[in-house]
C-alpha cells in the first residue's frame, strides 16, 4: 500500500539486543536501563495509529526513558556520510553521533510503523516522507536530532560530503533544520566542519565555497567560532584504505611501503 519499506523483520529482537548491547559492553557508563520498558515505550509512539500522524512529542516517554548525556567534544554531526560516519566514529571510542546513543541505537538502519486499529507492525510498507512527514521513522529521528543537538557541547564536529548532488550543506535538512537551531550556544567553544569529497570523485563544494559558505555564514551570524577543513586527514586515511594507489590518496602511497614480495627483486 505505502510506497516506503515496510517494518524490519525480528526489529523488536534487534532493538532490545542493541539495547543490551549498548548498556552492558558499548558504553555501560551511562548506568542501569530497562531495555524493555525502553522498548515498550518506543512502540507506544506509532502503534494502534494512523501511520501518517505520528508526531515527534510521541517519542517522549521512549527519550525521556533512554536519555543519557554525550561527552563534551564527542559530538559528530553529518549529512551524506552514513557509513562513514558509522566506522570514523567506531562505536563512541571515538566520536558520540547520533547513531551511537542509545536512542539513536534504536533506529540506525531500521524501519518501522504499525496501523491504525491494528496492534502489530506493518511489515508490507511503511510511508516515505512524500506520502506523508508525519510518519514514524521520520518524526523520530526529529525528535531524537533536537535532543542529541541540546546535549552537545563543547567542540562541535561536523562531517559533510564535497561531492553531495544535492550541496554538502542541505538547507533543507535534519542538520539543517532540527540541529543547528537546537544548539546551546553558551555550552559550545567552537565548531569545526570537515568536508570530505569522495575519492575519485567531484569537488562540488568546500570551506568557504557553495553551500559549505552559506553555513559557515550563518553559524558565524549565530555568534560562533568556526575552523573548517577540505578533506581532514584522519578521515581522509579511513577512506583511503580502499584506494591505496589513487591519485586522491598520496597521502597514504607516497610513505614508502615495507611490504616484502610484492616486487620482483630481479
Ligand atoms: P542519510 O539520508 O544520509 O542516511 C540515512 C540513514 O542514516 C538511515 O539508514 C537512517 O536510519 C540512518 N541515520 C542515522 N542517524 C540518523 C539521523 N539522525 N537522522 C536520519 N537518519 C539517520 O541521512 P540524513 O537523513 O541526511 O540524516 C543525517 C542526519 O543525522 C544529520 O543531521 C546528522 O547530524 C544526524 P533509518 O532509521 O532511517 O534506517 C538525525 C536524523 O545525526
Given at each position: 500500500?505505502?510506497?516506503?519499506?515496510?517494518t524490519t523483520p525480528n526489529l523488536e529482537s534487534i532493538v532490545i539486543g542493541r539495547c543490551y548491547e549498548y548498556i552492558?559492553?558499548?558504553?555501560?557508563?551511562?548506568?542501569?536501563k530497562n531495555c524493555t520498558e525502553i522498548w515498550e515505550a518506543f512502540k507506544k509512539a506509532f502503534i494502534?495509529?494512523?501511520?501518517?500522524?505520528?508526531?515527534?512529542?510521541?517519542y517522549?516517554?521512549f527519550?525521556?526513558l533512554a536519555?543519557?548525556?554525550?561527552?563534551?567534544?564527542?559530538?559528530?554531526?553529518?549529512?551524506?556520510?552514513?557509513?562513514?560516519?558509522?566506522?570514523?566514529?567506531?562505536?563512541?571510542?571515538?566520536?558520540?553521533?547520533?547513531c551511537?546513543t542509545l536512542i539513536g541505537s534504536f533506529g540506525d538502519f531500521l524501519n518501522w510503523?504499525?496501523?491504525?486499529?491494528?496492534?502489530?507492525f506493518?511489515?508490507?510498507?511503511?510511508?516515505?516522507?512524500?506520502?506523508?512527514?508525519?510518519?514514524a521513522v521520520?518524526?523520530f529521528?526529529?525528535?531524537a536530532?533536537?535532543?542529541?543537538?541540546?546535549?552537545?557541547?563543547?567542540?562541535?564536529?561536523?562531517?559533510?560530503?564535497?561531492?553531495?548532488?544535492?550541496?554538502?550543506?542541505?538547507?533543507?535538512?535534519?542538520?539543517?533544520?532540527?540541529?543547528?537551531?537546537?544548539?546551546?550556544?553558551?555550552?559550545?567553544?567552537?565548531?569545526?566542519?570537515?568536508?570530505?569529497?569522495?575519492?575519485?570523485?567531484?569537488?562540488?563544494?568546500?570551506?568557504?565555497?557553495?553551500?559549505?559558505?552559506?553555513?559557515?555564514?550563518?553559524?558565524?551570524?549565530?555568534?560562533?567560532?568556526?575552523?573548517?577543513?577540505?578533506?581532514?586527514?584522519?578521515?581522509?586515511?579511513?577512506?583511503?584504505?580502499?584506494?591505496?594507489?589513487?591519485?586522491?590518496?598520496?597521502?597514504?602511497?607516497?610513505?614508502?611501503?615495507?611490504?616484502?614480495?610484492?616486487?620482483?627483486?630481479?
Amino acid at each position: 500500500k505505502w510506497k516506503g519499506e515496510g517494518t524490519t523483520p525480528n526489529l523488536e529482537s534487534i532493538v532490545i539486543g542493541r539495547c543490551y548491547e549498548y548498556i552492558r559492553i558499548v558504553n555501560p557508563s551511562i548506568g542501569e536501563k530497562n531495555c524493555t520498558e525502553i522498548w515498550e515505550a518506543f512502540k507506544k509512539a506509532f502503534i494502534n495509529k494512523d501511520p501518517c500522524n505520528i508526531l515527534p512529542s510521541d517519542y517522549e516517554l521512549f527519550i525521556n526513558l533512554a536519555l543519557h548525556t554525550i561527552p563534551p567534544n564527542k559530538s559528530l554531526f553529518w549529512e551524506n556520510n552514513h557509513l562513514l560516519v558509522t566506522s570514523y566514529s567506531d562505536r563512541t571510542r571515538r566520536y558520540m553521533p547520533l547513531c551511537d546513543t542509545l536512542i539513536g541505537s534504536f533506529g540506525d538502519f531500521l524501519n518501522w510503523c504499525g496501523q491504525a486499529n491494528d496492534t502489530g507492525f506493518n511489515y508490507d510498507s511503511c510511508p516515505n516522507t512524500e506520502e506523508c512527514e508525519n510518519n514514524a521513522v521520520e518524526s523520530f529521528w526529529k525528535i531524537a536530532s533536537i535532543t542529541y543537538a541540546k546535549q552537545s557541547s563543547g567542540v562541535i564536529y561536523v562531517m559533510l560530503n564535497g561531492s553531495a548532488i544535492g550541496g554538502a550543506y542541505p538547507v533543507k535538512g535534519f542538520f539543517a533544520d532540527y540541529e543547528v537551531p537546537n544548539f546551546q550556544k553558551d555550552r559550545i567553544s567552537r565548531i569545526e566542519i570537515w568536508v570530505m569529497d569522495d575519492i575519485g570523485g567531484p569537488d562540488l563544494d568546500s570551506c568557504g565555497r557553495g553551500s559549505v559558505q552559506i553555513l559557515e555564514e550563518r553559524l558565524k551570524t549565530m555568534g560562533y567560532d568556526i575552523t573548517c577543513i577540505d578533506n581532514y586527514k584522519s578521515v581522509l586515511l579511513l577512506k583511503c584504505l580502499d584506494y591505496l594507489n589513487h591519485s586522491d590518496c598520496s597521502i597514504v602511497s607516497s610513505a614508502p611501503s615495507t611490504q616484502r614480495g610484492l616486487v620482483s627483486p630481479h
